[in-house]
């Protein structure tokens, strides 16, 4: 099943402006139907939640709306959802919490694939409570994080275990489900990294079994917040630092100051315009979301074989995505040029295709390419045939020059 490619650009008014967008790992562009909703939240009364006046209700509504469609969209509990700024702010707050319970001589176990804030908040929160970091390495010839690369650095000291689901500078997406597994049988719980994965892919949290999963909205259609989904229980057993007035109800509790409730609105029409990738599709949202996500990597795997197939046309061109479960997130450098002067060429030229390390610094280094990383050529929904021609060309032309 495929989707209407030209009926779904037409949703994005950014795409008006005639750029090829291959910078949706760095940030989606955004539809109407988020647009909307973002603007009737605000439009309508709003006020701090309660059920008393009209303000307070649609806050109410807004939240617990969106709880649900991230729910469904994660296949966790509404109750388990907790909202924040950013992945990067939950992922700090959650590594302070459970390093409260953290002695010497505990270890939390990292990787090299990861982007930075799966790894320097769980280094900086081990420093301080005098735990050890242990570090899994992958191999930068394959790009593939191995489930032994994991047991190699586990132990029966061993706290939890942070790993991406898909690193946002390869693509690779290591066997998470395996890797929980075996953090599980050593007595460790699991924090997944899932901003980029679920971009691409239908999460379930219960298959993956990952104790605490993030993700952030901007990534998949939505506006810029983070979200995490955890079990009701889990989050139950935690104390986080919180103000004395403020309620201690899980998710809430974990959940610092006024909710930005119009990104709640927009984050929810995310969701729902994802859902309706498949016109076709029937039934709940979650099985919606399933057909939609078939349709979408089916989309998503043409388009990346058509730009592979080019890519091994052109000389000089070194592809270091290569491990074989991946998102369609090539990370490419050039012999002999620079990656940063193919990005300002295309630029140049309306196609978006940023050159860097993208705060996955270790994964950048292991590959040996210092912090300089390369030029990464990311899909989204709404990239067509005639985006990837474009890039093809443009790199053509700049390997030419």
Known sequence: MTYDISALRAEFPALDAGIAHFDGPGGTQTPRAVIRAIGDALAQPLSNRGRQTPGERNADALVTGTRQAMADLLGAQPSGIVFGRSATQLTYDFSRTLAATWSPGDEVVVTRLDHDANIRPWVQAAARAGATVRWADFDPATGELAVDDIRAVLSGRTRLVAVTAASNLIGTRPAIAEISRLAHDAGALTYVDGVHHCAHSLVDLARLGADFFVCSAYKFLGPHHGVLAARPELLESLRPDKLEPSTDVVPERFELGTLPYEFLAGTRAAVDFLAGLDPHAAGSRRERLAAAFVALEGHE?????????????????????????????LLLTFEGRSTADAYHFLAQRDVHAPAGSFYAVEASRRLGLGDTGGLRIGLAPYNDTEDVDRLLTGLAEYLAG
């Open 301 to 329: 795997r043409t388009l990346r074989a058509r730009m592979n197939k080019g890519l091994s046309q052109l000389d000089g061109v070194t592809v270091h995505s290569r491990a074989a479960d991946r998102t369609p997130t």
